[in-house]
């Protein structure tokens, strides 16, 4: 399950208002970074059949069955600390992270 904090689905639904198209996000995982992996964010036009959706607060995150391996329970959030803003994801899957936050290894 990915969960969405109000903040996240509020950032969502707007960049996709502006956009002015697209069901949601896709969520996933790639290789990459000194971790091994990290997350990867896109818009989504169209759902593939194999999709996960998961909904919260009227925003859609789309997820892969092999991203949802690594992502099951993380829950994602909208920050902005200081002149740093963006979306936080919060994975209980993570074992170590890179010390520059791109990356993660499960």
């Known amino acids: 399950m990915i969960t ?9 639904n707007s960049y996709l208002a502006k956009r002015g ?7 996933g995982v790639k290789t990459s970074g000194c971790s091994g992996m990290a997350y990867n964010l896109e818009f989504v036009d169209e759902a593939q059949p194999e999709d996960t959706v998961f ?7 789309f997820v892969d069955p ?3 391996v690594y992502l099951d329970g993380t829950q994602v959030d909208y920050t902005k600390e200081g002149l740093q803003e963006g979306f936080k994801f919060e994975n209980p899957n993570v074992k170590d992270a890179c010390g520059c936050g791109e990356s993660f290894h499960v």
Do not use: D, M, Y
Request: net charge positive.
């Open 4 to 12: 969405l904090t109000a903040n996240a689905a509020e950032h969502i």
């Open 66 to 68: 092999k991203s949802l």
């Open 21 to 27: 198209k697209g069901l949601g996000v896709r969520l």
């Open 55 to 61: 909904e919260e607060h009227g925003a859609k995150v």
